[in-house]
């Protein structure tokens, strides 16, 4: 079935860059997403990158994919304690020939960022 | 930004209880609505999917009898933990699939309610 791995812990100094790794396993994939989740709190929807493409920028955030090797990652410029959290990447696949169209997540990645 | 919440935020109740949590969408309209459990240091477990005027749809090893899922209308979807015992204490949350731009589709995620079961 569909898997999708993170590393699960990541540990940066403030102001540095901080790369959040993901490698799934499902070649369908259409859409990847990554979400951030703080203390306590749900999901929330941080960029997604549609499977055509190789990088997407917004901001202080870079994602990179490299479909043929299945990998994703998230890079954070400039990290503030503020990005303290859980980093969860997620695929989704098209639904066709028998694969799932739901979202599968990965183990999550925490962040801890350093003063 | 679409906001789903929840409510109640968190819960604690005795062991052979039921338990209703709430789902809504606030600003948008979601025809389907998902229910995700996660235990602590894990990733969310998707356990069913809601449409709203239909059954909703279980995986695997979740059970429908204990796990009741109402999607009576476009912003509200319910769950509720039937005879609760303590290994149903987890953190549960909802999300709610809106369309973006472009065909799109993404989820946007509740703030999760902490369950637990003395």
């Known amino acids: 079935g569909e898997d999708v791995e993170q590393s699960l812990f990541l540990s940066v100094r403030e102001g540095d860059s901080s790369v959040i790794n993901c490698t799934y396993t499902d070649s369908s994939s259409t859409y990847l997403y990554w979400y951030k989740q703080e203390p306590g709190a749900g999901l929330q929807l941080l960029t997604y990158?549609?499977?055509?493409?190789d990088m997407k920028q917004d901001q202080r955030l870079t994602v990179l994919l490299n479909k043929k090797d299945k990998h994703l990652s998230l890079r954070i410029a400039d990290t503030q304690t503020g990005d303290s959290a859980i980093y969860f990447c997620a695929e989704k696949g098209s639904g066709y020939g028998g694969a799932t169209n739901k979202l599968i997540f990965g183990t999550g990645t925490l962040l801890a960022v350093q003063p | 930004g679409a906001v789903v919440s929840q409510h109640p935020s968190w819960v604690i109740c005795k062991s052979g209880t039921s338990v209703k949590i709430e789902c809504r969408s606030l600003?948008?309209?979601?025809?389907?609505m998902f229910w995700y459990r996660q235990f602590p240091k894990q990733s969310l477990m998707l356990m069913a999917t809601s449409n709203e005027g239909s059954k909703a749809t279980y995986e695997q090893g979740v059970e429908k009898d204990k796990f009741l899922i109402n999607h009576a209308s476009l912003t509200l979807s319910t769950l509720t933990v039937t005879s609760a015992h303590p290994e149903d204490s987890s953190f549960y949350i909802c999300s709610a699939r809106d369309r973006l731009a472009g065909g799109l589709e993404t989820q946007y995620f509740g703030p999760g309610t902490r369950l637990l079961v003395l």
């Open positions: 990158i549609f499977s055509n493409m």
């Open positions: 600003d948008f309209q979601a025809t389907t």
